[in-house]
């Protein structure tokens, strides 16, 4: 890679010079308070540099990117098994859609709409405390960062807790169908905290190298698996906007309400981008332009 410091440092100009910042979320109150004027990237290379640009260090919500790291969880326990409970498809719809979840019989098209990451929460849940569980997804995470400093921001799950009536639906929704092994609170309870994880840019894109697919990184997951979600990342990590972030960028990315990105370029990089302002489908706008421009100037691409 020629330079990929001077071509973060120069995204990072161009972003802070951006006249149209989105609109930030605001259906989870605490969200609703983030100012629109933050941007941080950061790269760390499948040969175990990392590069930076801007409030790289400060954390924010991630939101449903932890829909990822739940999903790897998932995938590792139950395996193949998961897929009776939801599907890989995309959506199509809004991530917090009802209409579908009733034609399909309460099995979401996938894991990373909120009915199908509801079902993956629901499903790593059992045997489980919610206290045993969200402590294993920060393990999780701070294995998979090599950094330890990553926790719950108690008062926007608290937020969510309090707003959350049409995930809270979308889980009752599911127990009438028998797709929802605890109470949807306990289970919706443990999702809003989850989402409530907060992470810096840098500790996100450390955190996805397992999904870079490269030796001498940290393995979380057989190599077959992580190929899996790196597709789901491409086909539904967007919601209804996931063909236009594959067209625009040519990576797999899984993108959160609190503005963050996480972006696998296989084989390369692992790249979290973080911009609080969404587009009308509730992904990062800065985020994905920043991502744009970065794999246009770096050629990263998995359509060759
Ligand atoms: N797209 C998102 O990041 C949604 C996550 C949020 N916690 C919700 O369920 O509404």
Not at 73 to 99: C, H, K, Y
Not at 137 to 145: K, M, Q
Not at 278 to 294: D, F, K, M, Y
Request: net charge neutral; charged share 20%.
């Amino acid at each position: 890679m020629s330079d990929l410091g001077a071509i973060l440092d120069r995204i990072g100009a161009e972003m802070a010079a951006a006249p149209d910042r989105g609109r930030v979320a605001d259906y989870i109150p605490e969200l609703a308070r983030i100012s629109d004027r933050h941007f941080a990237m950061a790269v760390c290379t499948a040969d175990g540099q990392t590069f930076i640009t801007g409030e790289a260090d400060t954390p924010f919500s991630i939101q449903s990117v932890s829909k990822v790291f739940t999903l790897a969880i998932a995938l590792g326990r139950l395996g193949d098994q998961l897929w009776t409970r939801v599907g890989r498809e995309p959506s199509g719809l809004a991530f917090n859609s009802m209409v579908q979840l009733e034609y399909e019989r309460g099995i979401p098209r996938n894991p990373f709409i909120n009915a199908g990451a509801l079902v993956v929460t629901d499903a790593i849940l059992a045997g489980h405390k919610p206290r045993e569980l969200l402590g294993e997804i920060l393990r999780f995470l701070r294995e998979a960062a090599g950094e330890d400093d990553i926790h719950i921001n108690k008062a926007v799950a608290a937020s969510e807790q309090a707003t959350g009536h049409r995930n809270l639906a979308l889980a009752h929704f599911m127990a009438a169908h028998g797709n929802l092994l605890h109470a949807p609170d306990l289970t919706c309870g443990t999702y809003f905290h989850q989402c409530a994880i907060e992470m810096s840019a840098r500790q996100l894109a450390l955190a996805g190298r397992f999904l870079i697919g490269a030796p001498d990184l940290p393995r979380m997951l057989a190599p077959g698996r992580t190929r899996r979600i790196n597709a789901l990342m491409m086909t539904c990590g967007h919601y209804d906007g996931s063909g236009e972030f594959a067209y625009r960028v040519g990576l797999p990315g899984k993108s959160g309400v609190g503005g963050g990105i996480l972006v696998i370029a296989p084989g390369r990089a692992s790249i979290a981008v973080w911009s609080p302002g969404l587009n009308a489908q509730g992904n990062s706008q800065l985020g994905t332009l920043a991502v744009e421009r970065l794999a246009r100037a770096t050629g990263w691409s998995v359509f060759g």
